[in-house]
């Protein structure tokens, strides 16, 4: 092989660097394909069977009732109102525990925390609201405690995936004004 000169060197560095650019970018872009596909393919199956999470857009098919004893678990405070008939009482304590329960898997951090808290709605539900907030509010701020830091946890980890992915962006809008420039120079 004869010897390169100057501009035969930097002709053969700058294919080998848009080669490299290329499978890069074609690495970033499968990337955020695949997450992409993985988070859509979640979502239906998550619509699909009817889950919320944390937010309030529930399926149009849920009642109003159901979505304002949700908004109550999730954000709120599930209470018992006193101009409820005693047997009305008993339902509501029982269907706030009910929703709980289901929504909260024995993993869940906020499972017994707010176990207790419904408990204490079921044992207490003939006192009136002034004498029941006495007792189950200790329960309550430990619930509410955990609730307020499983929605930061949340809202962090949305945070640090978006300033993840907004790197990785900036990183390919970066190689691929490089990858031009150099084809550029190629050319000429």
Known sequence: MPPMGVAGRYEEYSKKEVQFIETELKD???????????????????????????????????????KVMWSDLVQGKPEIEDSLSTNAKQMKADMYTKMFKDATDLDHPCRIAGSTYMRCLQENFKEKSQARQMKCLPSFDTFDACRKGIMQQQAQAMENALIKQDIADRRAKALFERRSILLDTQAV
């Open 28 to 66: 970033w872009f499968l990337q955020r394909r695949f997450a992409m596909e993985r988070n859509m393919a979640l979502k239906k199956a998550l619509d699909d069977n009817n889950f919320t999470g944390l937010s309030m857009a529930a399926s149009s098919s849920v009642p109003d009732a159901q």
